[in-house]
């Protein structure tokens, strides 16, 4: 399915900043208006769903969330280059909140960045994912799988209905249960570090390239196979 999002939150957070880590506690709400855009049945058709209870209204939950870095880059980084990112998000939706729906929702991560120390600034990129819900079910389900979900995340603070998979349309998986396990191997093809001349605003420092897999399932019961993309 596709749907029409419109999303508002707030978020408090008390940072814990020290010289080679930092450890975030947050504290938020999250409020959602679904409308499903009919137009992209087509797209899904066949495909099984929870239920055939597709939802259109508001949802309204509060969140809590912790997060942990430590990574470390340089000037010449392709990315991060050691260290890791954690994080785990909890949610309550409530029709005591003024929403349309009751679920519960966990959700974590860990993003693990490993040097190649036969080559400079060559990285591994190695990432879990695992999501789990209870409550009502509704045919959008907990989580959805696929697509890039960079403009939704950045809308709205709280816990995204949708785990990015690159290579495939949001939502091509969706259930009460998740997991994501993805690799990259990064690495710099070009240091360039010139202008075009003294008038052009226009700058070329470095060139990177990236080999990537992932890999995803989201399901309630019985499973209908896993995604995957390299």
């Known amino acids: 399915y596709n749907e029409k999002v419109g999303q508002a939150g707030g978020m408090a957070t008390l940072p814990r900043v020290r010289a080679d880590y930092q450890a975030d506690f947050s504290l938020g709400w999250q409020g959602a208006d679904r409308k499903v855009i009919p137009e992209s049945a087509d797209d899904y058709a066949g495909r099984p769903l929870v239920t055939s209870n597709l939802f259109e209204g508001v949802e309204s939950a509060l969140f809590a969330k912790m997060t942990f870095f430590n990574a470390t880059a340089f000037g010449r980084s392709a990315s991060f280059e050691d260290g890791r990112a954690l994080s785990a998000t909890i949610e309550r939706a409530d029709k005591a909140f003024g929403g349309d729906l009751s679920q519960t929702r966990v959700l974590g991560q860990w993003v693990e960045y490993v040097p190649v120390m036969w080559a400079d600034n060559h990285v591994l990129r190695l990432e879990g994912v695992g999501a789990a819900g209870q409550g009502d079910e509704t045919a959008q ?22 785990v990015i998979l690159r290579g495939y349309n949001p939502n091509s998986q969706v259930g009460r249960y998740l997991v994501k396990t993805g690799a990259a191997y990064r690495f710099p093809l070009m240091s360039y570090y010139r202008g075009t ?33 390299g």
Do not use: C, K
């Not at 389900?141 to 949708?162: E, K, T």
């Open 141 to 162: 389900s907990f989580f959805g799988l696929g697509g890039y979900g960079i403009v939704q995340q950045m809308a709205s603070p709280g816990l995204d209905r949708n």
């Open 197 to 229: 001349d003294a008038t052009l605003p226009l700058y070329m420092r470095q060139l990177f390239g990236e080999l990537y897999y992932e890999g995803g399932h989201a399901w309630s019961g019985e499973s209908t196979g896993a995604l995957d993309e």
